[in-house]
Each structure stands twice: as structure tokens, then as C-alpha cells.
Nanobody
Framework: QVHLVESGGGLVQAGGSLRLSCAAS????????MGWYRRAPGKQRELVAT???????DYADFVKGRFTISRDNGKNTVYLQMNSLKPEDTAVYYC???????????WGQGTQVTVSS
């Protein structure tokens, strides 16, 4: 079992920045991927960015150049630095941990990000 604790959401004006954090604890195996997804009101959940513990990253096109994902493997923590935020980035952001050993996925509770125009 893996437990995820997210932090860093909030309210920000357009053009501002926020940094999300997600710390994983529990049965952490060596091969995994952590990342962020989001769900805006009335929309399906979508990929934002992910990062493997080996270093590879993946970004949705709509955040390239604005968001940066990073990891601290020693702390089992993933970060999402969000710059140049837009009102359309308003959503609940969910952390996801994918275990490549057990093939289980775990999700955080979500953190609200609201960008005002």
C-alpha cells in the first residue's frame, strides 16, 4: 500500500505561480513513476506531467514551457512547479503513483488550484 500526501494548491492570479508537492510513503519499490493529473469542472481527468524515478519525464502539450516536474527520490516526493498560470489551469490536481513492480496505481486526494483572471 502507498499513501500520497499532496500540498501546495491555492488561489492565484493569472500569470502567477504555484508549486505542488506530493510525498509518497509505504511500500515504495525501486521502479515507479509519479506524476500529476487534473480534472477541471465538467471535464475528464487528464495528464499534466509525470516523472519516472529513473529521470524520464512526460508533459501534456498544454503545459510545456510553463510547468516543470521534478522528483526527490530520497524523499519519494514529486513536485510540480507551475508558472504563467492561466484561468483554464483551474482544476483539482491529483498526484498519482504507478508501481512498475506490482503494477498498482495509487491516487492522492487532490488539491484545488484556482487561477483568477
Amino acid at each position: 500500500q502507498v499513501h500520497l500526501v499532496e500540498s501546495g494548491g491555492g488561489l492565484v492570479q493569472a500569470g502567477g505561480s504555484l508549486r505542488l508537492s506530493c510525498a509518497a510513503s509505504g511500500s515504495i519499490f525501486s521502479i515507479n513513476r509519479m506524476g500529476w493529473y487534473r480534472r477541471a469542472p465538467g471535464k475528464q481527468r487528464e495528464l499534466v506531467a509525470t516523472a519516472a524515478n529513473g529521470g524520464s519525464t512526460d508533459y501534456a502539450d498544454f503545459v510545456k514551457g510553463r510547468f516543470t516536474i521534478s522528483r526527490d527520490n530520497g524523499k519519494n516526493t514529486v513536485y510540480l512547479q507551475m508558472n504563467s498560470l492561466k484561468p483554464e489551469d483551474t482544476a483539482v490536481y491529483y498526484c498519482k503513483y504507478s508501481d512498475y513492480t506490482t503494477l498498482y496505481d495509487y491516487w492522492g486526494q487532490g488539491t484545488q488550484v484556482t487561477v483568477s483572471s
